[in-house]
């Protein structure tokens, strides 16, 4: 990934990748837990808004393409984890905004 690249561009490059089921970025609706940058990889430690989510293999390939998108070279490594659990607290204002979450 080379040491120019840093963990906010990798969390702005994750806003391109959409719940569709709820049509907001991962990164405000709160699933990214971790963003590890090691050598040439990254390391997603993330979660999804309910465990067995249909979009599981739609939003994991969109994590690795927006990723990948930044450097061809990168390898990419997702772990979805289910603790801690994730909550609608865990969004960004923008995100309780957009869906209407008051």
Known sequence: MGTNVTIAQVREQLKQVFDPELGVNIVDLG??????????QVHIRMTLTTPGCPM??????????????????????????WEPRWTPEKMSEAAKEQLDYF
Not at 31 to 40: H, T
Not at 59 to 66: E, F, L, N, S
């Open 31 to 40: 699933l990214i837990y971790e963003i590890e940058l090691m050598d040439d």
């Open 56 to 81: 599981h293999d739609t939003i994991v390939g969109g994590v690795h393409r927006a990723l990948e998108e930044m450097s061809g070279s990168v390898k990419v490594h997702v772990d979805v984890v």
